[in-house]
């Protein structure tokens, strides 16, 4: 079949021959690529793909640079944060009232000397090993003495122990329950209301009691829980698995030095009270 001829004059003025297309075969049949177009491609094909590998290699490399890069800063930053409570009681007072400046910003050096927690108000005792794993439990045993014949008031015990959070409540609690004949209380708000707290305080003789800053407050400002056979407050500074601390976490520090402050500070002053505060 003979092709069909078009005229030049009857091109648009806007025809643009396009180099990438194909003649058609004298005898009007398709012809397909041809095998020299076809080696083309398949080289190109070639060529683009180790190019591509590279960048994704690249890009690999990168990563994993970055997440490399972001282990060692946690890392570092980790063991930068590590805290280390002072085995002097002189350090262990100074580095309460740093953190306590922390807790309240608005107060001047005269009335933060006011409130200061002073060598005189640490616990000295025979000291336990220090960095033993019963150091807590050792310097327990130097404040819970064995029970006597004397009348116990309810509701108050002779060691208390503050803590950070519920769970590090009931771990310490399991530590120090040998200790006493009497009850060791598990104070904080977490699925317990208070009012139980404060049935329990009226009626149980309790030697040791440990808690959470919040919870502890609240039951000593309202006289449920009282200070007059207390020998030892222990400020835990165990670290969480967020590196925090119970004297420098937003949630307890408020608490924290408003028992000192507002409760402890001033029953200190009462000759008839001997306890004293050790960080542990």
């Not at 616990?123 to 807590?136: A, M, N, V």
Request: aromatic share 6%; hydrophobic share 35%; charged share 30%.
């Amino acid at each position: 079949m003979a092709r069909k001829l078009v005229a030049a004059d009857d091109l648009q003025d806007d025809f643009d021959l396009d180099g990438s297309l194909v003649e058609e075969s004298y005898d009007g049949s398709d012809v397909p690529e041809t095998e020299s177009a076809a080696t083309e491609t398949r080289k190109r094909s070639r060529e683009q793909k180790p190019t591509t590998q590279i960048a994704d290699k690249s890009a690999d490399v990168q990563k994993k640079k970055r997440k490399k890069n972001k282990k060692t800063d946690t890392t570092t930053s980790t063991t930068a944060s590590k805290f280390v409570t002072p085995q002097a009681l002189e350090d262990q007072a100074k580095l309460w009232n740093k953190y306590m400046a922390k807790a309240y910003p608005s107060l001047g050096e005269l009335e933060l000397s006011d409130i200061a927690l002073l060598p005189a108000h640490m616990y000295t005792t025979k000291e336990p090993i220090h960095g033993s794993s019963s150091y807590l439990e050792d310097l327990a045993r130097t404040a819970v003495t064995a029970k006597g014949k004397n009348k116990v008031t309810y509701g108050a015990p002779q060691l208390l122990v503050l803590c950070s959070s519920a769970l590090r409540v009931l771990e310490l609690v399991k530590r120090l329950r040998p200790l006493s004949q009497r009850a060791t209380l598990k104070l904080f708000s977490r699925h317990i209301k208070i009012g139980e707290h404060k049935t329990q305080l009226k009626s149980t003789a309790v030697d040791i009691a440990v808690g959470t800053p919040n919870r502890v407050r609240k039951l000593m400002e309202e006289g449920d829980l009282k200070v007059n056979r207390l020998k030892l407050v222990v400020i835990d500074c165990w670290q969480d698995n967020k590196m925090r601390v119970l004297i420098d976490m937003d949630d307890t520090r408020s608490d924290l030095f408003a028992i000192w402050r507002d409760i402890l500070l001033p029953a200190s002053k009462n000759p008839d009270y001997s306890f004293k505060l050790r960080l542990v």
